[in-house]
């Protein structure tokens, strides 16, 4: 590897061991590492052209507006409805608890498009009513942390919009679909899990409704689940775009949260959107700033020379694929999603398809591995707030955790190694050749 891409590497782990957020740490890093090695470039100007060009994107416009209805459905009363959908359907299982919070967390993660607002909007009222039902709280909240993480998978999801520019224009509308089985994968894993061990541990099932109350409140959380429907429907039959139904996701959660459920009130929509504004700057200059590094990375070869590094060790692509995952779950537990899918798209995303691997397949198994990362310490954003809500700490819920790990890494080899999971449905709809 050239002086100059290890020149940018440890600028860039420096600044983060020293609490440096992490746009500036990648911005400054870009920045001092052109300086040294394009010194016949004008710095400032190419950094700000690869920043503005980073975000220069029309399919960069759903970001904002999945994130704003994400917002006005955590405050639409949607997770009430599907908790107590889950309860009336899976509740009287073994682990019936465990169950719910997994089936609720991967709903609403979907239906929100954010983990760490599952984890908040769902951990807040199951974290305390598993321990009221006699469930272990770090139990609870290691469930509550694992689960909420399927949200990046299942659509609508920011970091499949961020991956497909980041991959140089793979398809939004496959990457969507291709989420639906992995997610759901990932949902069962966690659920077989929690039913072992909360057999093992002898905690309750819930009641058995009566079949008129379970039909309540399935149709109760009904309008909510329309949501995916609607958006994914609408982008497979070709009547919008992805960024196009970004809007109509904010329009139809307006429509849920004020007039249906009559939650939101309109003298509440300022602080929503202000509050959207504030989390789309935040992505967006992390987008930039992660451009300008992935430029950088791309002049300096540093891709081509991990490819060459990573093919010398060995020439089985099960074994380049096993090195790839353990490198993004470790990346993952250190660094954002976002930097993390611009950053490493371009080092891995050649190499995957070397051993003929697709983009929609890679880009499913890289924000699996990711998501894995958000709830792993010492930064996993969803393991800080799941153990705030709970109001336990990182130590005590490692143990309980363990076993959810595994039934994770176990989903993600499967997802991984059978290429079918993430591209059958894409095919079957016509968006995957």
């Known amino acids: 590897m050239e002086l100059s891409g290890l020149i940018l590497i440890v600028i860039f782990f420096l600044l983060l061991a020293v609490n440096v957020p992490i746009s500036f740490s990648i911005g400054i890093a870009s920045l001092v590492t052109m300086l040294y090695s394009i010194d016949f470039i004008p710095v400032v100007t190419t950094v700000a052209q690869r920043m503005v060009g980073g975000i220069n994107s029309f399919a960069l416009l759903a970001i904002p507006f999945f994130i704003l209805s994400g917002l006005i459905m955590g405050k639409g009363g949607v997770a009430k409805r599907l908790i107590e959908c889950a309860m009336a359907l899976i509740g009287m299982l073994p682990g019936g608890l465990a169950l719910v919070n997994v089936l609720s967390c991967t709903l609403f993660g979907g239906i929100s498009g954010s983990a760490v607002a599952a984890t908040s909007a769902i951990g807040s009222f199951m974290i305390p009513e598993m321990e ?9 909240t290691a469930v509550t942390a694992t689960a909420a993480t399927t949200g990046m998978i299942i659509p609508p999801s920011n970091i499949l919009i961020i991956y497909a520019i980041a991959s140089g224009g793979v398809s939004i509308s496959a990457l969507f679909v291709a989420g639906y089985l992995p997610g759901l994968l990932v949902a069962l894993f966690l659920m077989l899990v929690c039913s072992f061990y909360s057999v093992k541990k002898g905690y309750p099932r819930g009641a058995v409704l009566p079949f008129k109350v379970v039909i309540e409140k399935v149709l109760a959380a009904f309008p909510s689940l329309l949501l995916l429907v609607i958006v994914i429907g609408g982008i497979i039959g070709g009547i919008f775009t992805a960024t196009e139904a970004g ?35 935040i992505v967006m200059f992390l987008i930039a700033t992660s451009s300008a590094m992935s430029w950088i990375l791309s002049y300096e070869n540093i891709p081509q020379t ?17 090195i790839i995952n353990l490198t993004l779950i470790l990346v993952g537990a250190f660094m954002d999603m976002t930097p993390a899918v611009l950053i490493f798209t371009p080092i891995f995303l050649p190499v995957a398809e070397s051993i003929g691997m697709s983009p929609i397949h890679f880009g499913i198994m890289m924000v699996l591995n990711l998501s894995i990362g958000l709830c792993s310490p010492p930064v996993g954003a969803v393991l800080f707030v799941s153990c705030s809500v709970a109001k336990t700490s990182i130590e005590k819920i490692i143990r309980p955790m363990i076993p959810l790990y595994l039934a994770m890494f176990v989903a993600l080899l499967l997802v991984t190694y059978v290429p079918a999971i993430s591209e059958f449905l894409p095919k079957y709809f016509g968006l995957l050749k």
């Open 247 to 281: 809007a109509i996701a904010v329009l139809y959660s307006l429509f849920l949260a004020n007039i249906v459920y009559g939650e939101v009130k309109f003298n509440e929509l300022p602080d929503l959107f202000l509050k959207a504004a504030g989390i789309t700057a």
């Open 306 to 322: 991990i490819s060459e590094l990573l093919l010398t060790i060995s020439q089985n692509p099960l074994i380049i694929l096993l």
């Open 132 to 140: 009221k039902q006699g469930y272990d709280r770090n139990f609870a």
